[in-house]
């Protein structure tokens, strides 16, 4: 027994002494990057300015079109699924805005992903205006180091639909890899410039971060203006919805986190649901697109489920994988129970649902959802629906 608890303590002491030296050695190399990782530290902040605030009207009680066992089953999914905020849209009206300890209505939210979607519309906005001249277009136009090599022939409409021929890991283990260093890194522009082409432009989909770090990029040359403030002036402020942040990679460089690390309120992602649901208009105001709101939701050649940095919900899959060099994937019990469902989809379960054709909007923001069921929310809410003649607002 005594040779057995002394060959424990010596595999126990062998990793903590492998995990110190490699940790060594990463500081080493990169200490800032270290620091970051070890303290989940994604870099500084900057302000993306709001608007006037557009109040969303709320359903009173007794007049709620959906059913409270299912606005019950809803918060009690977010209670097991250590939510932040979980709003339900439909009828024109707010059903349900509930928020969960330690959360308020003016919370931020890490919604990773979830940026993804918002960058699609702003291309679109940004083609209206004249900035960018298709989805067509040759991505090297604006990113010229691209423009002596194989990925000149990659188009914006290629990265949209992720199926540029560049492939970048969703996740990684190696600390000091291309993930970690496009994550916590603070210089991340040549990480995303300079991955390779793998395969030819439009052959194939791969599902990663590099190629919205790079359309946001190209937003930034196009326009002549930092990204943050470009959102703000095209999308946030005519919103109607408060002061949001992105993540920079450094006070030094100054590169916006464009794949990710938009913070927002709950309610601030409503709006953009709202966007969807009402064909790129708010209040009265069209701020999208309407062809361009349309284009986003039309499925890419080799992924039935993604359009324009958006996830859709035409072909049932129990198990959906971001990228094929991942293991990363999210289950979903059972078919969506509407055939237009469209969502935003931040890791650790951060989603907007949006169905268009019930009018419906389904906010959930939280920290890691540890049973993210994908069909869960949206379904109990479309069976919870009390009358299905309610049609989206325009």
């Not at 309610?267 to 349309?294: F, K, T």
Request: charged fraction near 20%; hydrophobic fraction near 45%; glycine fraction near 8%.
């Amino acid at each position: 027994m005594k040779f057995i608890f002394k060959t424990i303590k010596r595999i126990l002491l062998g990793i903590v002494i492998l995990l110190v030296g490699g940790l060594a050695v990463m500081f080493i190399s990169n200490p800032l990057l270290t620091l970051r990782i070890l303290t989940l530290d994604l870099g500084p902040v900057e302000q993306v300015t709001g608007g006037q605030i557009i109040v969303v009207p709320t359903a009173a009680n007794e007049s709620r079109s959906i059913s409270e066992t299912a606005l019950a089953a809803a918060i009690a999914f977010g209670e097991q699924n250590d939510s932040h905020a979980l709003i339900v849209y439909h009828d024109q009206a707010i059903q349900l805005e509930h928020y969960f300890p330690g959360h308020d209505a003016d919370s931020f939210s890490p919604t990773q992903s979830m940026h993804k979607s918002v960058l699609a519309m702003l291309i679109g906005i940004a083609i209206e205006q004249g900035y960018i001249a298709s989805v067509d277009e040759p991505a090297a136009t604006y990113l010229m180091e691209w423009a002596d090599d194989a990925r000149a022939g990659i188009t914006i409409r290629h990265m949209l639909q992720q199926n540029s021929g560049i492939d970048f890991p969703t996740f990684g283990f190696n600390p000091l890899g291309g993930f970690f260093r496009l994550i916590f890194g603070p210089d991340i522009k040549p990480v995303a410039l300079n991955q390779p082409l793998e395969v030819e432009p439009g052959s194939r989909f791969d599902y990663n971060s590099v190629n919205p770090q790079n359309l946001g990029l190209i937003v930034e040359r196009a326009t002549g203006k930092r990204y943050s403030q470009y959102l703000s002036e095209a999308l946030w402020q005519r919103l109607g919805v408060p002061d949001a942040t992105i993540v920079l990679d450094s006070e030094e460089n100054q590169m916006a986190r464009m794949f990710c690390c938009l913070n927002a309120t709950a309610r601030s992602w409503l709006h953009i649901g709202l966007l969807h649901l009402n064909e790129g208009r708010i209040a009265g105001r069209q701020l999208v697109p309407v062809d361009w709101m349309r284009q986003i939701v039309i499925a890419g050649q080799h992924n039935p489920n993604y359009g324009y940095l958006t996830w859709l919900g035409n072909e049932f899959e129990e198990y959906r994988y971001y990228n094929r060099k991942t293991t990363v994937r999210v289950f979903q019990s059972e078919p969506f129970a509407a055939p237009d469902v469209i969502y935003f989809d931040g890791f650790g379960g951060q989603r907007v649902y949006i169905v268009p054709s019930r009018g419906l909007i389904i906010v959930r923001t939280g920290a890691l959802a540890p049973e993210m069921d994908d069909a869960f929310l949206p379904n109990v809410m479309i069976r919870g629906i009390l009358s299905d003649s309610a049609q989206p607002s325009r």
